[in-house]
């Protein structure tokens, strides 16, 4: 395995034709930003790329519907998407723009390099034109109906009521979104990327050489678009919005933004190292540097074949080492669409939300779509801040300091050797580490919160608050490690929840930096040292507040517009019908065992009775295996049995949400198992 000196990571550059949901948070910039925190933590030389991607004809489009330049729609929305990610604590070391002198001069420079080797050829071809904007026509700025499902609002890329993948010449009664118009076909001619003279290369280095070693959604697409077989690309289009065809025969002629987007990477890795004194080519050609791209799932072609490509063709390029693209995250069950306003844009939270930054971060990461598409729903959001935070951070530390202040004069009071401590919080490390490393962050944030779990683990076993009347060194003692871990868990989150791990470390008085390595010490706050006042980390999300929430998505999605292009409502009332068909029965847990490579999930042993049943449950980040045997129970006996991680799973266990945590519905009294609740 080769050494690495130094890091390049890349986030997808947002294309700025308008606001950015929490969906694209999701897919690619809190996961890259995790990264890079971690790499950093670490003391590793890396540098975190992103930026505005501001060119082609889409922005052009979009300016022409909201009558507005393309200079002013990309400043526009540059200055949105850079002040959203910063306020979310994205921590870019450069967000560039691709409408930068420096970027137009290295994409030309590539394409020049291509030229003279041979690798495009003309060609001459048909494409939707709008006569009345005397513009080509992208796929996305033109609609109509969808052959496979007949919708009338599919899109020349994609139908978004069946999902299916278009071109717009597939579509019927096809118009410009811009003027309404039916486009005509005009003749063109571009430059295309002979891509399949690559084929060959491409199975070697990817088909066989990232086979178990890339995530099985960034594989699986790339090798399926190799399979099909290469065929040659189209890297120029018509219009004057973007970076001009450097060649005297192709006036009118801009590069194609899938082309010169990513090489944007480059120009703003260069930008950077003439702000920062330094050499920008180590982090692109040396072989002891590591390249990752982050990006959603619809962006894994161009990261792993195209831009791929593009570099090996360069012949001086390193190649990424991985790809570790997200899937979707839909939104309250729906997929989310911008053009029929169901979404959840960053400035919206921002701006309903301002101080709740890292409870939005902690949602999101909690639930990321990294093997397949998730969903962001506004009761789970309050229910992880209510359950999570609030109950098992935030509580931790509250009693913590609330107990030092009213017993030990707020200084933290006698040391203890803390052995045991030290080999849970070294085990904590190793497995975020070996976590994040293999992209697995949802995770590496389970391992992360263990550790304020065994803080509070050891408050409610030993119960401080009582021992102090007769022993003030024993409770002292447990006070003292409980401070460790606090001051541990403030380094550990700090890549997820960077706010957080400050206020923490502040609130601690701690001196010196964060770091990695200082993880795993049980002196990091010296036995005397003064902490400040008690405090909330977290506060509760009242019910009002997330329903004013759901109000606004649906009332959004509703206004001004058409009936077909408006989101469903879900009713959630049941009839008693529905209701009667639930045979719910008592039942206890007879045994547990948390489900091997899964951050929630429990399988338990229930006694209902006649029968003991197998039920697979998400309790495995709120409880341990100790706390639930023997624990009376609802199930709801005649759910249907389905498989879950190859357990078959025959019901599901009743839960009451307080607000601070998940408790168990049991029976009063002496009930039987298997008796039935009506």
Avoid at 113 to 121: C, S, V
Avoid at 295 to 313: E, Q, R, S, T, W
Wanted: with cysteine.
């Amino acid at each position: 395995m080769k050494e690495i000196k130094r890091y390049t990571v890349t986030a997808a550059l947002p294309y700025v034709n308008g606001p950015k949901h929490i969906g694209h948070l999701a897919g690619a910039y809190l996961p890259a930003d995790i990264y890079a925190r971690y790499l950093r933590l670490q003391k590793r030389d890396v540098v975190f790329i992103c930026g505005s991607d501001e060119l082609g004809t889409a922005i052009t489009m979009q300016a022409l519907k909201e009558k507005v330049t393309p200079r002013e729609l990309v400043d526009k929305y540059h200055v949105l998407s850079k002040e959203c990610f910063s306020k979310l604590g994205i921590s870019f070391d450069i967000y560039y723009r691709t409408t930068e002198k420096l970027h137009f001069e290295t994409a030309q420079n590539f394409f020049l390099d291509f030229y003279k080797k041979g690798l495009f050829e003309e060609r001459i071809s048909e494409q939707y034109y709008d006569e009345e904007t005397k513009n080509f026509l992208a796929d996305r700025y033109i609609q109509g109906t969808c052959p496979n499902c007949s919708s009338e609002r599919a899109f020349g890329d994609q139908c978004e009521s069946c999902g299916k993948s278009l071109d717009p010449t597939d579509l019927i009664n096809p118009i410009s979104v811009v003027t309404g118009n039916k486009p005509v076909f005009r003749e063109t001619k571009n430059w295309y990327f002979k891509l399949g003279d690559y084929e060959n290369w491409l199975k070697e280095w990817l088909v066989d050489g990232k086979k178990g070693q890339w995530k099985a959604n960034t594989y699986g697409q790339a090798k399926s678009w190799i399979d099909a077989g290469l065929q040659a690309r189209s890297m120029t289009r018509d219009g004057d919005w973007g970076v001009p065809v450097p060649l005297d025969n192709a006036k009118g002629k801009i590069l194609y933004v899938w082309f010169d987007a990513p090489i944007g990477y480059i120009s703003a890795t260069k930008q950077w190292a003439l702000d920062n004194k330094k050499n920008w080519e180590p982090y692109w050609k040396s072989q002891d540097t590591k390249l990752v791209h982050f990006v959603g799932k619809d962006n894994i072609v161009f990261h792993c074949i195209i831009f791929p490509i593009m570099l090996k063709a360069s012949g001086d390029y390193i190649l990424p080492e991985d790809v570790p693209a997200n899937e979707f995250l839909n939104l309250e069950g729906q997929k989310m669409s911008t053009s029929r306003r169901w979404s959840l844009e960053m400035f919206e939270y921002l701006e309903a939300l301002p101080d709740k930054v890292d409870e939005l971060r902690y949602a999101l990461i909690s639930n990321l779509p990294e093997n397949k598409d998730a969903d962001f729903s506004w009761k789970d959001y309050q229910l992880k801040v209510n359950s999570e935070l609030v109950a098992i951070i935030g509580n931790l530390v509250n009693r913590i300091f609330v107990l030092t202040h009213k017993f030990y004069d707020g200084k933290v009071p006698q040391a203890s050797d803390c052995s045991e401590l030290k080999e849970f919080i070294l085990e904590r490390k190793d497995k975020v580490a070996s976590a994040i490393e293999n992209y697995s962050f949802r995770e590496a944030l389970v391992e992360v919160f263990l550790l304020a779990r065994h803080g509070n683990k050891i408050l409610t076993e030993k119960e401080p608050w009582k021992v102090v009347k007769n022993d003030p060194k024993e409770a002292g003692i447990v006070l003292y490690d409980c401070f460790q871990i606090i001051a541990n868990f403030a380094i550990l989150i700090e890549p997820f929840l960077p706010k957080t791990a400050r206020i923490l470390w502040d609130k601690l008085n701690m001196t010196g930096e964060m770091s990695w390595e200082r993880i795993g010490e049980t002196n990091l706050v010296p036995a005397g040292q003064e902490v400040q006042e008690s405090f909330y980390l977290f506060s509760k999300m009242e019910d009002e507040v997330i329903q004013k929430q759901i109000d606004y998505l649906y009332q959004k999605t509703h206004k001004d517009m058409p009936e077909e292009a408006q989101v469903e409502v879900k009713e959630n009332l049941i009839s008693f019908d529905d209701f009667s068909k639930m045979e719910i029965k008592i039942g206890t847990i007879l045994a547990a065992e948390r489900v091997e490579g899964t951050d929630k999930l429990m399988k338990l042993s229930v006694d209902l009775g006649s029968e003991v049943r197998t039920i697979v449950s998400g309790i495995a980040h709120v409880f341990s295996v100790d706390e639930v045997v023997n624990k009376r129970v609802q199930v709801l006996a005649n759910l249907a049995p389905r498989k879950i991680k190859g357990i078959e799973s025959k019901g599901m266990i009743l839960f009451a949400d307080h607000g601070e945590g998940l408790a168990f519905v049991s029976p009063v009294g002496d009930v039987p198992n298997g008796a039935g609740v009506k």
